[in-house]
């Protein structure tokens, strides 16, 4: 089995830029897609970003995502931050026989 | 538009069996995985397990022992049964239709929340 370890919490300003890290402990992050979901209290989770760097429609173009085979890890990164992005973010991976999510970062936008 | 309505007890005494129903409607249940996912009051997610329409499955080896996901094609349905419950298993429970290619998890029942409590 493998983990993917995300900071507990991230904060920053309106109108800035945010990178959320989620890191695989074993295995490769760049042999498995790479998901990213946005939760807001009382809703259920919601996809932002898939395939490592897709958005689905209606998701605004400042939400991206990426790998970094060097750091085995993946990031999300959210710019021109807007008050409506503060929620918890979790990532999601997998291998042949497991499905994983991180543990979710907290963002505030303040 | 596809659209997960689930079901099921939501207070349980320890040692009991929870059993939860997710309905899928708008789309067919060919074609694709479907998962159960829980997260515990104020944490994070945890995928217990998944179905595919021919009944192939997989779970959460932390769970394993103690889960069955099975399907219900003539009724578009899939069901989790959790037995032996503690305290521990708590939590808002989701049915998700999974991507089979990329394990994107993109629609998502409304969650009911299970109480293990004597």
């Known amino acids: 089995n493998f983990m993917l370890t995300q900071p507990h919490s991230v904060s920053e300003s309106p109108g800035k830029t945010v990178t959320i890290s989620c890191t695989r402990s074993?295995?490769?992050?760049?042999?498995?897609?790479v998901q990213w979901y946005q939760q807001r209290p009382g809703s259920p989770p919601t996809i932002v970003i898939y395939?490592?760097?897709?958005?689905p429609s209606g998701v605004p173009d400042r939400f991206s995502g990426s790998i970094d085979s060097s750091s085995n890890s993946a990031s999300l990164t959210i710019s021109g931050l807007k008050t409506e992005d503060e929620a918890d973010y979790y990532c999601?991976?997998?291998?042949?026989?497991?499905?994983?999510f991180g543990g979710g970062t907290k963002l505030t936008v303040l | 538009q596809v659209r997960l309505q689930q079901w099921g007890a939501g207070l349980l005494k320890p040692s009991e069996t929870l059993s939860l129903t997710c309905g899928v409607y708008?789309?067919?249940?060919?074609?694709?995985?479907w998962s159960w996912v829980r997260q515990p009051p104020d944490k994070g997610l945890e995928w217990i397990g998944e179905?595919?329409?021919?009944?192939?499955?997989g779970y959460n080896p932390s769970l394993r022992s103690r889960v069955t996901i099975s399907v219900d094609t003539s009724n578009n349905q899939f069901l989790l049964s959790l037995t032996s419950v503690t305290a521990a298993d708590t939590a808002l429970y989701y049915c998700?239709?999974?991507?089979?290619?990329?394990?994107?998890?993109?629609?998502w029942g409304q969650g009911t929340q299970v109480t293990v409590s004597s």
């Open positions: 074993r295995g490769s992050i760049a042999n498995n897609y």
């Open positions: 395939e490592d760097n897709q958005r």
């Open positions: 998700v239709r999974v991507v089979t290619v990329s394990k994107k998890f993109d629609y």
């Open positions: 999601q991976s997998y291998d042949s026989s497991n499905v994983v």
């Open positions: 179905i595919n329409h021919s009944g192939d499955t």
């Open positions: 708008g789309g067919s249940i060919s074609g694709f995985y």
